[in-house]
Nanobody
């Protein structure tokens, strides 16, 4: 069974930065396009960024130029560097593969952007 463990979330002031990590066990992320998602209460989970096996990235319009997704297949880990954070980035962040059948979701990591 695949386990995803997200970490790195914190309370940060507007304009600040955070680096999220997602460590996978039980499967190799190198086989999949991976993505970061986020969810706020009462809203559907939305895809924030993705990265293909070849390293091609794609971003939600609202985070373009501020967020950077990367992967370290040797460490079986996906990262999300978040800069110039805004209050509207506040959410629980998750990672998962992009597939018809995703892995079970991890617990996520809370990012709160507030002064």
């Amino acid at each position: 069974q695949v386990q995803l463990v997200e970490s790195g979330g914190d309370l940060v002031q507007p304009g600040g930065s955070l680096r999220l990590s997602c460590a996978a066990s039980g499967s190799r992320i190198s086989l999949y396009t991976m993505a970061w998602y986020r969810q706020t209460p009462g809203k559907q989970r939305e895809q924030v960024a993705s990265i293909t096996l070849g390293g091609i990235t794609n971003y939600l319009d609202s985070v373009k130029g501020r967020f950077t997704i990367s992967r370290d297949n040797a460490k079986n880990t996906v990262y999300l560097q978040m800069n110039s954070l805004k209050p509207e980035d506040t959410a629980v962040y998750y990672c998962n593969k992009i597939a018809t059948l995703r892995w079970s979701w991890g617990q996520g990591t809370q990012v709160t952007v507030s002064s």
